[in-house]
């Protein structure tokens, strides 16, 4: 009787602990699972872009690089900066700046937008994205 419940607890014992291994498996082999499904952390998404303010010259474009994308910012006054995405809104084609008619021209279909990035003419159907800017301490703060 007392063989037969000493018996029964080292099977209980035994039961726990394959559980818990068995548990400890599943989740190893779920986890890589998990972290491909799961959505992407934002990143660097969020951070800003400092770019200083003596490389954007009046009237001209500055391009760069802002969350992997291309992006250029414009001085349109002492004070006034615009900072808006390089990537046409029609297919993704990289705008250029043309200084004389002080607009952007799309290379690919020949989409217009205007210094601010409204649509001017062309293909594209809507305007090129905008970002915040701020000028400090010589400083412009992009995003
Ligand atoms: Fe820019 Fe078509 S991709 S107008």
């Known amino acids: 009787m007392k ?6 607890q080292r099977r209980k014992v035994l039961f726990t602990i394959l559980g818990g291994i068995g548990t400890l498996i599943g989740i190893a082999l779920t986890w890589p699972v998990f972290r491909f499904l799961a959505p992407r952390e934002r990143g660097d998404n969020n951070e800003k872009t400092f770019i200083s303010s003596e490389l954007v010259k009046l009237g001209k474009a500055h391009f760069f690089q ?8 414009i001085q349109l006054s ?4 615009v900072a808006l995405s390089a990537v046409c809104t029609h297919l993704g084609c990289i705008v250029a ?22 649509v001017l003419g062309g293909p594209p159907p809507k305007p ?10 010589g400083q412009l703060i992009i995003g």
């Open 97 to 118: 700046w043309q200084e004389q008619a002080k607009e952007f021209l799309c290379p690919c279909h020949g989409g217009r937008f205007s210094a601010e990035g409204k």
């Open 128 to 137: 090129l994205e905008t970002y915040d800017v701020e000028l400090k301490e």
């Open 3 to 8: 063989t037969q419940s000493i018996s029964k």
């Open 78 to 81: 002492p004070v006034n900066f």
């Open 66 to 73: 802002f969350h992997g994308k291309a992006a250029v910012v």
